[in-house]
């Protein structure tokens, strides 16, 4: 098991910067991804940005060049750095992490937290 808590979401002005963070405990070990998602009211969960344990990054195209996925394995934790924020970032921003569990791949989800952006 592993469990993810996250920290960082609020309300910004357009044009603005957050900086989310999510920890990692339990089974940290077995982490080979770890990555951001959102979902807006109304919209599907979409991807945002998934790093893996060696640095590699990946990013959707609406957010390239604006976020920047980090990663720090020695503390098991993720960082989304957001930059010129748009209102239509506006979502619940979740963490995840994929592990390596008895030979199968499986996705943990952080609780979300909430980033608003106002125009």
């Known amino acids: 098991q592993v469990q993810l808590v996250e920290s960082g979401g609020g309300l910004v002005q357009a044009g603005g910067s957050l900086r989310l963070s999510c920890a990692a405990s339990?089974?940290?070990?077995?982490?080979?991804?770890m990555g951001w998602y959102r979902q807006a009211p109304g919209k599907e969960r979409e991807l945002v940005a998934v790093?893996?344990?060696?640095?590699?990054?990946s990013y959707a195209d609406s957010m390239k060049g604006r976020f920047t996925i980090s990663r720090d394995n020695a503390k098991n934790a993720v960082y989304l750095q957001m930059n010129s924020l748009k209102p239509e970032d506006t979502a619940v921003y979740y963490c995840?992490?994929?592990?390596?569990?008895?030979?199968?791949?499986?996705?943990?989800w952080g609780q979300g937290t909430q980033v608003t952006v106002s125009s």
């Open positions: 339990g089974n940290t070990g077995s982490i080979i991804t």
């Open positions: 995840n992490v994929v592990a390596e569990i008895s030979y199968q791949y499986v996705a943990y």
């Open positions: 790093i893996n344990s060696g640095g590699s990054t």
